[in-house]
């Protein structure tokens, strides 16, 4: 059983200052400006437009928070804020930052969405802003490229000739397991705004002869099957029940006889108490999506099963499911 919280923790976790410190950091682009530099909070605030008084006190806080070192009257980056955070960096992620910055007043109406029951968006920022997604699916890449080998090998797709990666964004997973099993083939359905990033990467990844893109809304738009397998990579959370439902349903119709459905999610266990980091995930996609939840595998499953797949398992707990379509003979 875990220990109780102490008084010290309790604070610790009500405090959201270093947070919105960075966020503001990024926001103002302050790493850089430092970038392979050292520079007083007088000439950066020079540079960036500010106040030299107020941007001092931040970057203070900012080196207490390991992010920016000071001597005598200088500031720098640490090695990580000039890997992660100078905008010119290969393994910049600030656009990710960004993302939250921008979702920063959704959190402060948390009190109000709980009481009422309704989502302060009626359009997730991405379709509000364009921009700021196609930058964000960047980071999101190369953050899932770490992974992505070895999902593509739990997978199991040695058997499959055809995979549609359903909203697959950057074409992260179709890229990994075309790299994994070289007989397949996929196509990458998403979005038009975000398909030219896609096509980079896989142009990038020499593989424009076995992963094509198709653009549309996958809810209402034709998929271009038969599929040997169709792969739901963390897009359920965006939507509610009864279109989750109907585009398992969908996923039915579009595969071929004994083709698999794989859905990849941030699901919660059947307590709703975990994965811990799921649960707060779940808090944020109340405030940010109009009709989004995290689910739980029970949900998932479900859906499968009313569509009619068989075989329905929890691959991963709390993270993947999978079912077979059923024979029509």
Same mark, same amino acid.
């Given at each position: 059983?875990?220990?109780? %919280? ?17 966020? +503001?950091?990024?926001? @103002?682009? %302050? ?16 540079? @960036? ?5 107020? /941007? ?10 390991? @992010? ?28 990710? %930052?960004?993302? !939250? ?11 109000? +969405? ?23 699916? &960047? ?6 490229? !770490? ?18 990666? @359903?909203?697959?964004?950057?074409? +992260? ?10 007989? /397949? ?11 030219? +990033?896609?096509? $980079? ?7 424009? &002869? $076995? ?19 169709? /792969?739901? &990579?963390? #897009? /359920? ?25 794989? #859905? ?34 029970? !949900?998932? #499953? ?7 797949? !068989?075989?329905?398992?929890? %691959? ?9 379509? $059923?024979?029509?003979?």
């Amino acid at each position: 059983m875990p220990r109780e %919280l102490s008084l010290a923790e309790i604070f610790q976790l009500g405090y959201y200052w270093e947070t919105k410190i960075l966020l +503001t950091a990024v926001s @103002l682009d %302050l790493f850089t400006i430092l970038n392979g530099q050292e520079l007083t909070a007088t000439a950066a605030a020079t540079q @960036l437009q500010a106040d030299p008084e107020r /941007l001092e006190v931040c970057m203070n806080a900012l080196v207490a928070m390991r @992010l920016l070192t000071k001597h005598g009257d200088c500031f720098a980056n640490t090695g990580v804020a000039q890997t992660y955070l100078v905008r010119s960096s290969v393994e910049y992620i600030g656009h990710l %930052l960004q993302l !939250h910055d921008a979702e920063w007043a959704h959190w402060g109406k948390l009190e109000e +969405t709980i009481k009422t029951g309704r989502s302060p968006v009626t359009r997730h920022v991405f379709a509000t802003n364009p921009e700021l997604g196609v930058s964000v699916l &960047s980071v999101l890449d190369r953050i899932g490229r !770490h992974g992505g080998p070895e999902l593509a090998k739990r997978l199991k797709l040695d058997h499959a000739a055809r995979l549609l990666d @359903l909203g697959g964004g950057a074409a +992260t997973n179709a890229i990994a397991c075309c790299r994994t099993y070289p007989h /397949l083939k996929a196509v990458v359905f998403d979005l038009p705004q975000t398909l030219p +990033t896609a096509e $980079r990467m896989v142009t990038e990844a020499g593989l424009e &002869s $076995r992963i094509s893109v198709s653009a549309g809304d996958f809810n209402e738009d034709a998929w271009g099957g038969p599929y040997d397998a169709v /792969l739901m &990579s963390d #897009i /359920l959370h965006y939507q509610g029940e009864k279109a989750n439902a109907a585009l398992v349903a969908k996923a039915w119709a579009q595969l071929s006889e004994g083709g698999r459905l794989i #859905i990849k999610d941030r699901f919660l266990d059947e307590s709703g108490t975990s994965p811990a980091w799921a649960t707060a995930f779940a808090v944020h996609i109340l405030l940010n999506t109009e009709q989004g939840r995290c689910y739980k595998v029970s !949900h998932a #499953i479900t859906w499968m099963q009313d569509a009619g797949f !068989h075989a329905v398992t929890e %691959l991963e707990q709390t993270a993947v499911v999978e079912g077979v379509k $059923r024979s029509e003979r």
